[in-house]
């Protein structure tokens, strides 16, 4: 079964624009991108748009996971509860003509957008590579193995497959996690502060003979 990609918040929140628009609820990433496309220029896409690259939780019922409702004053009908204004897929306040209702599954509620899943926890790590002594600080996914963020330091060194990867002098297990390889978390007390480099958790990168370029 092929693993999921876990995502941090900060990942998501680059993804903010009418061309690239991501959004997080109950855990999970979305990628809303294509359904921009599908409505473009729809005035009912403000709303996402203003919550673009955010968590949208807050727009649901836990329980049902479907978007919260209030009783409309009004009529006293049953109505979902929009305070930033109706958007896609959200029926009108009243009966109409124009709007159709045969829309299928409601963009909360289709797969199709689902990216991945939104961390639980990050961590802070500094990789070392100790051939060039160059450092570099990644803010990562407490469930990515060490695998998945190799795949995010290549960016930085392109041979990091080429090195083999330490914490305390031991070889790690690229197939597991940063605790499931006993690396302890930074200290929460310094954790954003200047001093912080020096509380993260450090892996030392040794290099190999050959040159892996992925």
């Known amino acids: 079964m092929r693993r999921p990609k876990y995502f941090t918040p900060k990942e998501v929140s680059r993804h903010n624009t009418v061309k690239d628009i991501w959004v997080s609820y109950f855990g999970k990433v979305y990628d809303l991108t294509p359904l921009l496309e599908e409505f473009k220029g729809d005035v009912l896409l403000k709303p996402i748009i203003e919550c673009a690259g955010k968590d949208i939780s807050n727009w649901f019922d836990p329980k049902t996971k479907d978007i919260l409702t209030h009783v409309d004053l009004m009529t006293g009908c049953i109505k ?10 959200i029926p009108p306040p009243c009966p109409r003509t124009d709007w159709a209702n045969d829309l299928g599954k409601p963009w909360w509620k289709d797969n199709r957008y689902e990216v991945g899943l939104l961390s639980a926890k990050t961590r802070w790590i500094r990789i070392i590579n100790t051939l060039t002594s160059q450092e570099q600080r990644l803010e990562v996914c407490s469930e990515e193995t060490l695998d998945e963020i190799l795949q995010q330091y290549l960016r930085y060194n392109s041979h990091a497959s080429s090195y083999t990867w330490k914490h305390n002098g031991v070889n790690l297990d690229m ?30 990168l040794y290099f190999n003979d050959d040159l892996t370029e992925l």
């Open 80 to 89: 979902y509860y929009t305070p930033r204004g109706r958007f896609i897929h």
């Open 175 to 204: 197939s597991k996690t940063l605790s499931e390889n006993g690396i302890p978390e930074e200290d929460e007390f310094y954790c954003g502060s200047p001093d912080c480099n020096l509380f993260s958790p450090s892996i030392c």
